[in-house]
């Protein structure tokens, strides 16, 4: 199954596609299958026409240049690391205070038809502070997706004074103007987008001491005394700046060690797919309980995964899951019931059924629905509210009340369907359903009342029209316009019988 996962800030998008190792996906309750195997990678820029593309390779590059050089640009300290990667696919360079230059060199091509390789033209686009940290946010979203490349982890080492090749004096000179004034004040107000990004300055250059520098392959370090603790402040004294939290890719194992109070701890935001299961996420967003919702989206649900279902009958037993549905009806996450769900679940559509955080935009704080989803070894789906109603649902959308045109249109519902309906029953009681029409007497929706109705759904005229007026029989219910509510009740003995819509019992 093809995974995709999206990291988005207004001037950067980061896109990652790939599978899931089925060797390691041991739980399939989980709310988001593992992306492990990465297949393609597309990073969006605001400026650049087309997007950086590449596999694991490209991207664990970009990742490495864009956490150096954000290390290097908020401490101001040269970092012999960053500057030596000429090798790396990708690279940064600092072309001023405000300007931040991105190349991605691409992989070398095969000429099919010469047998002759070449290597295309570098891709270069110049970022502004604010278009870095947008792509560095971008980066950190995705470190704090434990469900995506769990084994690539960040690799940071900080700079010894031997190796920057200036003093400890001349360190802090240098790692305080970074985060101080207006380059702190442009920092702070990206990751908190709370006040606006004043113009950069250029800063004036600190007195450095010269020493002078080895080439060694031992790795450098800095003790945790000698590294500087920044300090976030405003152009005016009187007013005060909240402390932002630091982005975990900016931060030093170093620098953490010796302030751990202070220490980040990345947190997924942005898609409720991040957490482990259902508990966990209605522990930090709301449910949806009110019943008429729950009446609306138990018939969405049900019209997701009933045509999705295609395999039935091969289950050896009846499996239940407990599912999470967002407001507008997407699936969020499913946890298995019984012990053969979990054995079962890739029979099922549940995880093809998943929304793709690509193609739909997340909701901060999205209140969640929980639904009980029973797929039978018959073939037959149940979808029922996980905690029942909690009092009776009412119809959701503006209603046709006016009782003449009640009486006329229930008249014309009745002469269509009665047309329509012909043979004999094999049902051996009441099929009961609501339908619903337009002031035209067009049907918008139906909904079967109880299961025979379900079961015997195709012995009735009801999916032939409606699929001969929306191209589809399972038309989910719809508010844009008023409708008039009737109970439809096909009997075995052939009769038909309409009465207007009472509610729900």
């Known amino acids: 199954m093809n995974i995709q996962r999206k990291y988005s800030l207004p001037n950067c998008t980061l896109l990652l596609e790939g599978l899931s190792d089925s060797s390691r996906a041991a739980h399939y309750q989980d709310m988001r299958p593992e992306l492990s195997i990465l297949v393609n990678a597309e990073c969006y820029l605001s400026g650049l026409s087309k997007p950086l593309v590449g596999g694991r390779e490209f991207f664990e590059s970009l990742v490495r240049a864009v956490s150096g050089y954000a290390q290097l640009f908020l401490s101001n300290v040269p970092n012999f690391q960053v500057s030596n990667q000429n090798s790396e696919i990708v690279q940064i360079h600092k072309v001023d205070p405000n300007c931040h230059r991105l190349v991605m060199h691409p992989e070398t091509e095969q000429d099919l038809n010469s047998n002759l390789q070449t290597t295309p033209e570098p891709v270069e686009t110049d970022l502004n502070t604010v278009q870095l940290f947008d792509l ?38 240098q790692a305080v103007p970074a985060t101080v004034g207006l380059s702190g004040l442009a920092a702070a107000a990206v990751v908190l987008s709370l006040i606006p990004v004043p113009s950069v300055k250029e800063l004036q250059p600190q007195e450095q001491v010269s020493s002078k520098t080895e080439t060694t392959n031992v790795t450098p370090s800095l003790a945790a005394s000698d590294t500087p603790i920044p300090t976030v402040a405003t152009s005016e004294p009187a007013s005060v700046v909240p402390t932002p939290t630091v982005s975990a890719s900016m931060v ?92 079962v679940v890739d029979q099922t559509p549940l995880p093809g059924l998943l929304y793709n955080p690509a193609t739909r935009a997340t909701v901060a704080n999205e209140p969640i629905a929980q639904y009980r989803v029973v797929f039978r070894k018959q073939g037959v789906l149940e979808v029922s509210p996980w905690n029942g109603y909690s009092q009776k649902p009412q119809i959701v959308g503006e209603k046709i009340s006016e009782p003449n045109q009640v009486k006329d249109l229930s008249q014309k519902l009745y002469e269509q369907v009665r047309k329509d309906w012909g043979g004999t029953p094999t049902f051996k009681s009441d099929l009961k359903y609501r339908v619903a029409v337009n002031k035209d007497a067009v049907i918008s929706d139906y909904e079967p009342l109880n299961q025979v109705a379900v079961d015997h759904s195709n012995e009735t005229p009801l999916p032939k029209i409606l699929k001969d007026i929306y191209g589809s029989n399972l038309k989910p219910p719809t508010s844009n316009e008023p409708l008039a509510h009737y109970q439809l009740v096909f009997k075995p003995n052939g009769t038909l019988e309409i009465q207007p819509w009472q509610g729900y019992q």
């Open 252 to 343: 030093t194992a170093e620098a953490a060690t010796a302030t751990p109070s202070t220490t980040p701890v990345p947190t997924a935001t942005g898609s409720p797919g991040v957490n482990a299961n259902l508990e966990s996420l209605l522990a930090t967003v709301p449910e949806i309980t009110d019943a008429s919702q729950l009446r609306s989206l138990n018939r969405q649900v049900y019209n997701s995964i009933n045509p999705a279902w295609t395999n039935r009958g091969s289950l050896p037993e009846d499996v239940v899951y407990r599912v999470g549905v967002a407001a507008d009806g997407a699936i969020v996450g499913y946890k298995a019931v019984n012990k053969g769900a979990n054995d």
């Open 136 to 173: 560095v946010e971008a980066i950190d979203q995705f470190f704090a997706d434990s469900q995506t490349l769990p084994e690539l982890t960040l690799q940071l080492q900080s700079v010894s004074k031997h190796d920057s090749g200036i003093s400890q004096g001349a360190l802090i000179k």
